[in-house]
C-alpha cells in the first residue's frame, strides 16, 4: 500500500448509525463524482474493504439487495454509518470501537433496513411536507397579523405570529417522530436479518449501551421530542426481549473472523493512532499476531525498512498466504527504494487475493512504474487499467495511469487519464479542459475519443450550465 491510507475525497456527511442526513438526502446523489471536493477522506484499503463486505453480503442478501450496494469507508474518528442512496458509509471509528465482528454487524443491518425499506426516498416526501406546513403556517400568521394591522387589534396580530412561530414548531417536530419512527423500523429490520443469518443480535444492543454509556457520562439532558432518533435506552427497551429470545443470541464470531476483525482495528488504530493506539488496544495480548501486525506497521511508517521487513517476513511465515502481509511487505520495500522487489510482493499479493481488489493491482502498478523502464512501464498500465476495471471511480489510480502513459509518449491517453481523474475527484472544470486537449489527439470516434466528449458534456445536477 505505497499511496497513503486515507485518499480520495468526497462530501462531509456525517450522521449517527442512521440514513442521510436532510441536507444530504436533498443535495448529493449516488454517483461518487457527485459527492466529491470537500473534506471527508475515503479510505482506500483491500483489506479492510474485503473485511467489511463479507460482513455484509449475507445482511444484504436477507435484505433483499443482493447487488447494487456499495460500502464506502470514512476516516472518521466518531462511531457513525449512514446511507446516501444505495451506498452505505461506515466511519473508520466505527470499524475501531467494534471489539468483535457481531457489533459492525449490527450496524450494517440497521443500514441495510434503512435502504431496504426506502428510507431516504420516503424521508424527501416527509420533508416537503414539512416545509409546506410551514409554509402554510406563515401565510396564516402573516394573514392574521396584516388583518391585526388593520383592525388595530394588537391581540389578532400577536395570534398570528403565534401562528407562524407554532407551525414551523410542528412541522420540524412532525419530522422529527417520522425521523424515530423509521429508526425503529431499521432497528427492528435489522433483528430480522440477523435471525435470518443466523446471528446474534447482541452487538447491536452493545453498541447501543455504548451509546447509553457516553451520554450519561456527558450529563447531557435530552428531550427525546427533539431528537431524530429514539434514545440509546429506548432502542435497548425496543429490543432487549426481542433479541434476547433468538436462539443465536449466544452466538459467537469464528475465531478467525475475529482475528480478521483484530488486525483490521489493528490498521486503523496505527495509521490513526500511531503506536499508542495499537498498543491500548493490545494491552491484554501484546503477542498476539494481530498486534505483531501493527507492530510491524508502526515500525514501517517510523522505524527501519531493515527492521521493519523483518517483521514482515516473520508474518509472512505464520501466514504465507495472506495477502495483505505481502502488500505490506512491498510497502516496505518501496519505502526502501527497492521497487523492483516491491513489485515482486504485490504481485504475490495480487496472486492470493481471494477477492480480486481493485486497489491491489494500482499499487503493483506503482511499483512499476518507479522501475521506470518501458517494459515495466507498459506492464505498469496494464495493471492500474486492471484495478480500474474492478474500481473505476478510484480518481488516485488515474493519476498513476496518467503518469505511466506520458512516460511512454503517450500523451493523449495520459491526457484522458489525468481528465478521469478529476472527474472522479469532482474537479469538472479541470476535467473539462483535459479532455479537450486529449481529444484533440484522438482519431475521431475512437473510444478514447468518445470518453473525452462525455466528460466535456458532462453537467452537474442542478447546474444550468
Given at each position: 500500500m505505497q499511496t497513503p491510507f486515507f485518499s480520495a475525497?468526497?462530501?462531509?456527511?456525517?450522521?449517527?448509525?442512521?440514513?442521510?442526513?436532510?441536507?444530504?438526502?436533498?443535495?448529493?446523489?449516488?454517483?461518487?463524482?457527485?459527492?466529491?471536493?470537500?473534506?471527508l477522506a475515503i479510505v482506500r484499503d483491500a483489506e479492510i474493504e474485503a473485511l467489511v463486505r463479507d460482513y455484509a453480503r449475507p445482511i444484504l442478501k436477507a435484505a433483499g439487495l443482493k447487488s447494487g450496494v456499495d460500502i464506502i469507508l470514512v476516516n472518521d474518528r466518531s462511531f457513525n454509518a449512514f446511507v446516501l442512496g444505495r451506498r452505505m458509509f461506515i466511519n473508520t471509528g466505527a470499524l475501531l470501537q467494534s471489539e468483535t465482528p457481531n457489533e459492525i454487524i449490527g450496524v450494517i443491518a440497521h443500514e441495510a433496513g434503512h435502504i431496504a425499506g426506502g428510507h431516504q426516498e420516503r424521508l424527501r416526501d416527509q420533508l416537503a411536507r414539512a416545509q409546506t406546513m410551514a409554509i402554510v403556517s406563515?401565510?396564516?400568521?402573516?394573514?392574521?397579523?396584516?388583518?391585526?394591522?388593520?383592525?388595530?387589534?394588537?391581540?389578532?396580530?400577536?395570534?398570528?405570529?403565534?401562528?407562524?412561530?407554532?407551525?414551523?414548531?410542528m412541522a420540524r417536530r412532525s419530522l422529527l417522530g417520522y425521523q424515530r419512527t423509521e429508526e425503529t423500523t431499521a432497528d427492528r429490520s435489522a433483528i430480522t436479518y440477523l435471525e435470518a443469518t443466523g446471528q446474534s443480535a447482541k452487538g447491536m444492543l452493545t453498541t447501543f449501551k455504548r451509546f447509553q454509556s457516553a451520554l450519561s457520562l456527558s450529563g447531557a439532558r435530552v428531550d427525546?421530542?427533539?431528537?431524530?432518533?429514539?434514545?440509546?435506552?429506548?432502542?435497548?427497551?425496543?429490543?432487549?426481549?426481542?433479541?434476547?429470545?433468538?436462539?443465536?443470541?449466544?452466538?459467537?464470531?469464528?475465531?478467525?473472523?475475529?482475528?480478521?476483525?483484530?488486525?483490521?482495528?489493528?490498521?486503523?488504530?496505527?495509521?490513526?493512532?500511531?503506536?499508542?493506539?495499537?498498543?491500548?488496544?493490545f494491552r491484554n495480548n501484546p503477542r498476539g499476531l494481530a498486534a505483531l501486525y501493527a507492530d510491524a506497521m508502526v515500525t514501517h511508517l517510523h522505524g527501519n525498512p531493515r527492521s521493519a521487513l523483518a517483521k514482515v517476513d516473520g508474518l509472512v511465515k505464520q501466514q504465507p498466504k495472506n495477502p495483505y502481509f505481502h502488500e505490506l511487505r512491498g510497502d516496505v520495500l518501496m519505502k526502501a527504494n527497492q521497487p523492483a522487489q516491491a513489485a515482486e510482493a504485490y504481485a504475490t499479493a495480487v496472486r492470493l487475493d481471494p477477492v480480486k481488489s481493485g486497489v491491489l493491482p494500482v499499487s503493483y502498478g506503482q511499483a512499476l512504474l518507479a522501475i521506470g523502464k518501458p517494459d515495466a512501464l507498459k506492464k505498469a498500465v496494464t495493471q492500474i487499467r486492471s484495478g480500474?476495471?474492478?474500481?473505476?471511480?478510484?480518481?488516485?489510480?488515474?493519476?498513476?495511469?496518467?503518469?505511466?502513459?506520458?512516460?511512454?509518449?503517450?500523451?493523449?491517453?495520459?491526457?484522458?487519464?489525468?481528465?478521469?481523474?478529476?472527474?472522479?475527484?469532482?474537479?469538472?472544470?479541470?476535467?473539462?479542459?483535459?479532455?479537450?486537449?486529449a481529444q484533440q489527439k484522438f482519431k475521431p470516434g475512437s473510444p478514447g475519443w468518445v470518453r473525452a466528449q462525455d466528460i466535456i458534456n458532462y453537467k452537474q445536477p442542478g447546474k444550468k450550465k
Open positions: 475525497l468526497v462530501s462531509k456527511v456525517a450522521r449517527p448509525f442512521a440514513a442521510a442526513s436532510l441536507a444530504a438526502a436533498l443535495t448529493l446523489s449516488a454517483s461518487a463524482s457527485a459527492f466529491a471536493q470537500s473534506g406563515t401565510l396564516l400568521g402573516a394573514g392574521a397579523i396584516v388583518a391585526g394591522a388593520a383592525t388595530n387589534s394588537n391581540e389578532l396580530a400577536q395570534a398570528g405570529g403565534g401562528i407562524a412561530i407554532g407551525g414551523g414548531e427525546p421530542y427533539q431528537i431524530s432518533h429514539p434514545t440509546p435506552q429506548d432502542r435497548i427497551s425496543n429490543l432487549q426481549q426481542l433479541a434476547a429470545s433468538s436462539p443465536n443470541y449466544e452466538r459467537k464470531d469464528s475465531p478467525e473472523l475475529q482475528l480478521r476483525h483484530d488486525m483490521m482495528r489493528a490498521k486503523i488504530a496505527v495509521y490513526t493512532d500511531g503506536q499508542a493506539g495499537a498498543s491500548r488496544l480500474l476495471d474492478r474500481d473505476r471511480e478510484n480518481a488516485t489510480a488515474y493519476r498513476y495511469l496518467a503518469q505511466a502513459y506520458g512516460q511512454l509518449g503517450d500523451i493523449a491517453e495520459a491526457e484522458l487519464a489525468t481528465a478521469e481523474g478529476h472527474y472522479y475527484s469532482g474537479a469538472y472544470q479541470e476535467a473539462k479542459i483535459f479532455a479537450a486537449r
